[in-house]
């Protein structure tokens, strides 16, 4: 591209306020801080838990080796294993 300098830009990407609500990967919403402020407070237990949260990564780690590697993954054997 022409006129484009090089390193890094800021550009403001609009965000449906839909998806915002939702969570979708830009980070925690306003109603995932008031869920979490009342765990702290005791008020509610928490929804998802700690396993959890390390099995979505499992996935999306296997997810990105298959894609980068055209391999199948099955996440009941082997390194990718979630049996636990």
């Given at each position: 591209?022409?006129?484009?300098?090089?390193?890094p830009r800021?550009?403001?990407?609009?965000?449906?306020?839909?998806?915002?609500?939702?969570?979708?990967?830009?980070g925690?919403t306003?109603?995932?801080?008031q869920?979490?402020l009342?765990?702290?407070?005791g008020?509610?237990?928490?929804?998802?838990?700690?396993?959890?949260?390390?099995?979505?990564?499992?996935i999306?780690?296997?997810?990105?080796?298959?894609?980068?590697?055209?391999?199948?993954i099955?996440?009941?054997?082997?390194?990718?294993?979630?049996?636990?």
């Amino acid at each position: 591209m022409q006129g484009t300098q090089p390193g890094p830009r800021l550009l403001e990407i609009p965000v449906d306020p839909l998806l915002l609500d939702a969570g979708d990967h830009n980070g925690s919403t306003f109603y995932q801080h008031q869920k979490f402020l009342a765990v702290l407070q005791g008020q509610q237990a928490v929804e998802v838990s700690l396993t959890d949260g390390l099995k979505a990564v499992v996935i999306g780690l296997a997810a990105e080796h298959s894609a980068q590697t055209g391999e199948r993954i099955d996440l009941t054997r082997d390194d990718w294993a979630l049996n636990w």
